[in-house]
């Protein structure tokens, strides 16, 4: 299963992006999709989760409904839309794919390139 996350880059406080993961080589509906975030010199944390069926989603409490994480079982993809960014979002971005619905990163076999999310004035 390969991953591959886009849609990172700068943006001002109070703005949003919208990250894509393109998931190939593996049964995309039967995977749990995940989103989390490293800043250098702490553990990389959770963002959000999305059921295989698209039913369930769960997130982090600093989201705060800011971030929706979606996905397309037709188009392979897992959509993750931040909106009200703050500089602590600054972050590399990574999406995981599993078989499990489950927060802790332990639980992702598979994982994306990363993608940097940097919110500045």
């Known amino acids: 299963v390969q991953l591959q996350a886009s849609g990172g880059g700068l943006v001002q406080p109070g703005g949003s992006l919208r990250l894509s993961c393109a998931v190939s080589?593996?049964?995309?509906?039967?995977?749990?999709m995940a989103w989390f975030r490293h800043v250098p010199g702490k553990e990389r944390e959770f963002v959000a989760i999305?059921?295989?069926?698209?039913?369930?989603?769960t997130y982090a409490p600093f989201v705060k409904g800011r971030f929706k994480i979606a996905r397309d079982n037709a188009k392979n993809t897992a959509t993750l839309q931040m909106n009200n960014l703050k500089s602590e979002d600054t972050a590399v971005y990574y999406c995981?794919?599993?078989?499990?619905?489950?927060?802790?990163?332990?639980?992702?076999?598979?994982w994306g390139q990363g993608t940097q999310v940097t919110v500045s004035s």
């Open positions: 995981a794919a599993g078989r499990r619905y489950l927060t802790g990163q332990n639980a992702y076999p598979y």
């Open positions: 080589g593996g049964t995309f509906n039967q995977l749990t």
């Open positions: 999305i059921s295989w069926t698209g039913d369930s989603e």
